[in-house]
C-alpha cells in the first residue's frame, strides 16, 4: 500500500504538479508526449555531483569552511526532481494511465528548475495579486564596485542600503508630482551575465501617485519622464545617503571612503574574488541575444546616470493595463542567476559558460574549472531568511490604502474555519499551482494525459524509501546517478 499525505505538505518537481487546473486559463492540448525532467543529465548536476565533495574538503582545510546553508543548497540541488527521493503519483482518471512528478528541492540562487519555478509564481502573482492597473517604470540602482563585497555578505547592512535605493525613488516621484503616495516593488539581484558577482537591486515603480477624489477614493495621476539631471541628482542622493550608513556602521573611514576594514579571508571572501574577478574568457561565436532584455532592460529610450560609481537607470514607461507584458517584465526581474542552455562542458573538462554581451575585447565564453564554477555559484546564493523581493510605499504590506488599489485576486481559497463557531475565514489569494504555471508561461498542459488526453489527478503522495524503490523499480523508473565523491587523501596508501 502506497504512504498516502496530504499535498500541501510537500511541493511537486519541476515538470507538473499534482493539482487540477484553475477555470482561468483554459486548457491547451500538448504537442507531445509528456516528459519527466532528467536533471542528472545536465552539465551543472554532473559538476555538483563530481566536485562538491572536494570543494567542501578544500574549503575547510583552507579557510574553515562554508557556511551550512551552501551545503545545504547544493546537497538538495543533488536530490532535485529525481524520484528515489519521494514523488507524487498522479493517474488519469479516464484510461488510468499513472505517471510520477518527484519533488522538487525548493532552494534559492542556485537550481534552475526552482528558480524558474519561483519566477513564474512571483511574476502570476505580483500580475494577479499586487501591481494596479497603471503606468509602470523600472528602475536599476548599482553600486559601486567597491562596496560589493561588503554589501554581498552583510545581510542587515543589504537590506539597509536598499531601503535607502526604495525611499529615494519613492520620495522623488512623491517630490516630482507634488504630494500623493508612491510605492512598487525592489527584486534583488546577486549576479551579473556572466556567473559574476554583480550586487544590483531592480525597481519595478509605478510612475506616479495616488491621491484621494473627493469621496474619498483614491486616484492615479501621472508624473512626467525624467531627466538626465534629475537622475544625476537622484543617483548623488542616493550615494550621499550610503556612505553616510557604512561610515556610521565603521564599515568606511570617514570623510574619505577609504575601506577601514583588515582583509578578509574567509572561504566566501575567497568566492567573492572569484565571483568578482573577470575570469578567463575567450572569443568563440558570437555572444546571446536575449529578447527579454531587449525588450526589458535597454538604455535605448531610458535614461542613464553614473555618480561615483553608483550608477541609475530609469527605463521608458511601460502601459500597466497590458498584463501580459507586464508579467514578461516580473518574471525577468524574478529569474534565476544561471542559465543551463548557456553551460558547456569541453572534452578537455574545462567548462564554458557563453555571455549574454561580448566584454570589451570581443570576448563571448567565460572557462573556467569545475572548482570555479563552484566558488562562483556560491558566492551567488542568497543568506536565508533574507527575502529577496519587497515591497514599499503604497504597496507594502502595511500600508493603509494598501487594499484600495491592488487588484482584487483572480484565485482564492478560504482559511480553515473557526475552531468554535464553525465560520470560515475571509478569502485570501493562493498561490498558482505548477501545471497551471507552466500552462501560463509555456502554453503546456502538464496534467494532459498523452494517451487519451484525459485529466491526470495526483492519488498519493509516496515518500517511504522502501515504497519508492518498489514502485521505481516495478516500473522501470530509475535514475542512474552515482552520489559525489571526493579525492582519495594525499596520505591514504
Known amino acids: 500500500m502506497h504512504e498516502r499525505r496530504r499535498l500541501a505538505r510537500k511541493t511537486p518537481g519541476s515538470r507538473a504538479s499534482g493539482s487540477s487546473p484553475s477555470s482561468a486559463h483554459p486548457r491547451t492540448p500538448v504537442a507531445s508526449p509528456r ?56 493517474k488519469c482518471e479516464s484510461c488510468g494511465h499513472d505517471d510520477i512528478v518527484a519533488f522538487s528541492c525548493k532552494k534559492r540562487g542556485l537550481c534552475p528548475s526552482c528558480s524558474a519555478r519561483g519566477m513564474g509564481d512571483g511574476a502570476a502573482h505580483l500580475v494577479d495579486h499586487v501591481l494596479p492597473n497603471v503606468p509602470y517604470r523600472q528602475w536599476v540602482v548599482g553600486y559601486p564596485f567597491e562596496y560589493l563585497r561588503k554589501l554581498a555578505f552583510q545581510p542587515s547592512l543589504l537590506a539597509a542600503v536598499e531601503r535607502i535605493a526604495a525611499d529615494a525613488v519613492k520620495t522623488w516621484m512623491m517630490a516630482r508630482c507634488g504630494g500623493g503616495e508612491a510605492g512598487g516593488v525592489l527584486v534583488r539581484h546577486r549576479f551579473g551575465g556572466s556567473l559574476n558577482l554583480h550586487l544590483h537591486a531592480h525597481l519595478l515603480v509605478m510612475d506616479g501617485v495616488y491621491r484621494r477624489d473627493a469621496d474619498g477614493g483614491m486616484v492615479f495621476e501621472a ?44 572561504t566566501l571572501a575567497a568566492c567573492a574574488n572569484v565571483a568578482l574577478s573577470t575570469g578567463v574568457r575567450e572569443r568563440s561565436g558570437p555572444a546571446l541575444a536575449l529578447v527579454d532584455d531587449a525588450d526589458v532592460e535597454s538604455s535605448a529610450g531610458g535614461v542613464v546616470a553614473a555618480v561615483d560609481g553608483l550608477n541609475l537607470y530609469a527605463s521608458p ?30 572534452p578537455d573538462g574545462m567548462l564554458t559558460y557563453r555571455m549574454k554581451k561580448p566584454d570589451r575585447r570581443g570576448n563571448t565564453l567565460l572557462v573556467m574549472t569545475p572548482l570555479e564554477l563552484l566558488m562562483r555559484l556560491s558566492s551567488l546564493i542568497p543568506a536565508p531568511r533574507h527575502p529577496t523581493r519587497k515591497f514599499f510605499g503604497i504597496l507594502a504590506s502595511g500600508a493603509k490604502d494598501r487594499r484600495r488599489v491592488v487588484p482584487k485576486p483572480t484565485q482564492r481559497r478560504e482559511k480553515h474555519a473557526h475552531p468554535e463557531t464553525g465560520t470560515p475565514g475571509p478569502p485570501v489569494a493562493s498561490p498558482v499551482k505548477w501545471a497551471d504555471l507552466l500552462r501560463r508561461v509555456w502554453g503546456l498542459d ?28 516495478h516500473t522501470g523508473q530509475l535514475t542512474v546517478h552515482r552520489r559525489a565523491r571526493a579525492p582519495p587523501l594525499a596520505d591514504a596508501a
Open 35 to 90: 516528459e519527466r525532467h532528467q536533471p542528472q543529465d545536465s552539465v551543472l548536476y554532473r559538476v555538483v555531483r563530481d566536485h562538491l565533495d572536494e570543494f567542501l574538503r578544500t574549503a575547510r582545510e583552507q579557510h574553515g569552511g562554508l557556511p551550512s546553508f551552501i551545503e545545504k543548497t547544493f546537497r538538495a540541488y543533488l536530490k532535485c526532481g529525481l524520484p528515489e527521493f519521494g514523488f507524487v503519483h498522479v
Open 223 to 266: 508624473a512626467a519622464p525624467p531627466q538626465r539631471a534629475e537622475l544625476e541628482e537622484l543617483a548623488g542622493n542616493i550615494h550621499g545617503r550610503i556612505i553616510t550608513l557604512m561610515q556610521r556602521r565603521g564599515l568606511l573611514a570617514a570623510g574619505d571612503g577609504v575601506n577601514n576594514e583588515p582583509p578578509e579571508v574567509d
Open 317 to 346: 514607461v511601460m502601459d500597466g493595463n497590458n498584463r501580459k507584458v507586464l508579467e514578461k517584465v516580473c518574471r525577468y526581474l524574478l529569474r534565476g542567476p544561471l542559465s543551463l542552455a548557456r553551460l558547456k562542458e569541453r
Open 446 to 473: 502538464a496534467l494532459d494525459c498523452p494517451r487519451c488526453h484525459g485529466r491526470m489527478t495526483p492519488i498519493a503522495v509516496i515518500e517511504n524509501p522502501e515504497e519508492v524503490a518498489r514502485y521505481l523499480a
